[in-house]
């Protein structure tokens, strides 16, 4: 049988050696430095070269360059152009690419109604995207049609209602009674209906549109791999909780629920926490890049007692965790806010099997309580790096330096995802990191 | 009345609406079965403080209290408020973010603790904040937001209060979970919380 090690093994090996043709030996030993330095602070076998600098940012690369989020989310030349200038001009060991992965047009087309973007609903264009919180799964009765069949809920009563284009997903027939004889009018006749055609329709010509961005996406990707820089994940997972309380109902009534509607929710995470696994397998499989990026929300701290998260958070996202390693995929949870009443957690895991994204906890208390079992990323806060100077941001790195990178299992990134900010202070960081960082 | 109280400290949502539909029916004095819901919310408060409570018990204590006084409101006659507040406060996040949860659980703790509370909603521009401090009147703006673009309207609100004379006049707060230090030098505020109990213990030292 073969262990999540050897897995793992397998997945890295592949990682480092993409099917791919470098531009250059020079780029492809670029690449291949990069990675192996990610790969060996994730591994805590040896140290790398140097202390890794890992990519945390969403429009960063737009405001740096001097144009707009706006202007990149709607011009995908445009966004490709200035990914690329950036990823080049500063330095990351692996490059994110959120920022052009969000479409104006993809979006406007669909009346996605999960987001507001520059443009619409007084967000101006100078901002980033606000995602918009809302009670998508409408009656706490839904926890039961989710449970019971996910995608038939996803698909006629959840995207209906965020798609105001596949409205008529609702009239949909469901999918598994469309088997023998009996059914079969049944089943098609609804196909007919020319509520239903104009969705699949307009859904057809969404899927064009968005194959035309997401081609010219994955061409930029291929070249930057080409050229010697590694995007920054592979796939992307969600703590089953989080699922429900910032995808599905508000943070007020997924919070109301965790009182009145415990069960039903330990029900449907029963059924999303492999759903979670599968999502990113299937992506890491697609990208040769095992890493999976794991924003986490509501299980920092201040949100849910210590007995909240031991029953509705952490045993849910342990399992996706576990699931992930043992398919050979590292996870990379994100944990935003604090996550100081949670440190004991993070060594339920095996050795050098997850790397966790630091924010506002201390960095030294980790590295001492957690850092002989996984590696740390963090935590440059984006109070320095917006109102500092560079030299506050060289004491500040420095620090880290001392604190957390001796043993290896250490990467440096801004605590916060930077949206906008001022390019002197990243390039401080990254100059910073490349002074104290070397082992 | 303490059954009251205790189910409402307990977070018992359906005991407590029941019972309160009964003492109702049995003509109990409605403004004694309020006082027993206040007093039940301050309990909660102090769960919360002493770290025993989180968001999903504040968020339902609220719901359960704006069930409860909807039902108790039409048996009352004349005044049922406790008492002046301590002090006002104006809370808002500022423009360019839209984060609610933190300021209204702020907003919320404030409140339990006796005081006014005025809050402006999210995305809400430097202008409304100045005219309404020279309205209102608050002893404190509590001023949140998340996300770094939240910075600098922080730092208008403090500049403007300065060119309309009013700085000396208020306490500028900021609130949010990535607030440090440097935010509070940056934006030239008083103070700086990242929990809800900071603002209260500030508060209290200022009355």
Excluded at chain 1, 333 to 356: D, T
């Amino acid at each position: 049988m073969t262990t999540w090690q050897e897995k793992r093994q397998a997945r890295f090996d592949k990682w480092l050696n993409p099917d791919i043709p470098f531009t250059s030996p020079q780029t492809k030993a670029d690449y291949q430095g990069r990675v192996g330095r990610l790969i060996d602070a994730i591994e805590l076998k040896k140290n790398p070269d140097r202390v890794p600098i890992y990519p945390n940012y969403t429009y960063f690369p737009a405001y740096a360059l001097g144009t707009t989020p706006k202007a990149v989310m709607s011009d995908v030349k445009l966004a490709t152009e200035i990914w690329e200038k950036f990823i080049k001009e500063y330095g990351f060991d692996a490059f994110g690419i959120i920022g052009i992965v969000a479409p104006i047009p993809v979006m406007q087309a669909l009346d996605y109604k999960l987001y507001q973007w520059p443009g619409t609903g007084g967000v101006p264009d100078d901002s980033i995207y606000r995602y918009f919180e809302h009670d998508w799964l409408e009656a706490a009765k839904e926890y039961d049609d989710l449970t019971l069949d996910p995608t038939d809920w996803w698909m006629r009563q959840y995207i209906p209602r965020f798609c105001g284009v596949l409205k008529g997903f609702t009239q949909l027939p469901n999918f598994t009674e469309f088997m023998e004889l009996p059914n079969l009018a049944g089943f098609l006749a609804p196909f007919g209906l020319p509520e239903v055609q104009a969705s699949l329709k307009k859904l057809m010509e969404v899927g064009s549109l968005t194959l035309e961005w997401m081609g010219s996406v994955g061409a930029m990707i291929g070249k930057l791999i080409c050229d010697g820089y590694p995007p920054s994940a592979g796939g992307f997972a969600k703590a089953p909780f989080d699922t429900l309380s910032d995808t599905l109902r508000s943070m007020k009534t997924a919070m109301l629920d965790l009182r009145r509607n415990g069960d039903r929710m330990l029900a449907a995470m029963e059924t999303l926490t492999p759903l979670a696994i599968k999502m990113a397998i299937e992506a890491i499989d697609k990208s040769g890049n095992p890493l999976v990026f794991m924003p986490l929300h509501k299980g920092a701290d201040g949100f849910m007692s210590q007995a909240q998260f031991e029953k509705f958070y952490w045993p849910q996202l342990k399992k996706v965790f576990e699931g992930i390693i043992e398919a050979g995929g590292v996870p990379v949870p994100f944990a935003e806010g604090g996550y100081s009443q949670r440190m004991e957690y993070l060594n339920e895991l095996p050795k050098g099997s997850v790397a966790w994204m630091i924010d506002r906890t201390d960095m030294a208390e980790l590295k001492k309580k957690v850092g002989h079992n996984c590696c740390l990323i963090g935590n440059v806060p984006s109070s320095i790096l917006h109102a500092g100077t560079p030299a506050d941001v060289e004491v500040y790195v420095k620090k880290l330096m001392d604190d957390v990178a001796p043993g290896g299992g250490f990467m440096l990134a801004t605590g916060t995802v930077t949206d906008d900010g001022r390019p002197e202070m990243i390039k401080a960081m990254i100059q910073s990191g490349l002074k104290y960082g070397k082992y | 009345m303490d059954k009251i109280t205790a189910a409402m400290a307990d977070m018992l949502e359906d005991e407590l609406l029941a019972l309160t539909d009964k003492y109702l029916a049995d003509g109990k004095d409605p403004k004694a079965i309020l006082d027993a819901y206040q007093a039940g919310m301050t309990e909660v408060g102090k769960r919360y403080e002493a770290g025993e409570y989180f968001v999903s018990e504040l968020i339902l204590a609220g719901e359960m209290m704006t069930a409860g006084s909807d039902k108790i409101k039409p048996f009352l006659k004349g005044d049922s408020s406790s008492g002046p507040a301590k002090a006002r406060v104006l809370i808002a996040t500022v423009e360019g973010d839209i984060h609610d949860i933190g300021k209204n659980i702020a907003g919320t703790i404030m409140e339990l603790a006796g005081y006014e509370v005025k809050n402006l909603g999210e995305d809400v521009k430097t202008s409304v904040i100045i005219e309404e401090v020279k309205n209102f009147k608050p002893k404190l703006i509590g001023l949140s937001g998340l996300l770094t673009l939240a910075y600098d309207p922080m730092k208008a609100v403090v500049d403007q209060l300065k060119e309309a004379g009013l700085r000396d006049s208020v306490k500028v707060l900021l609130g949010g979970s990535q607030i440090d230090e440097h935010i509070l030098k940056y934006v030239g505020a008083d103070v700086f919380a990242n929990d809800a109990m900071t603002n209260v213990t500030y508060l209290n030292s200022l009355v």
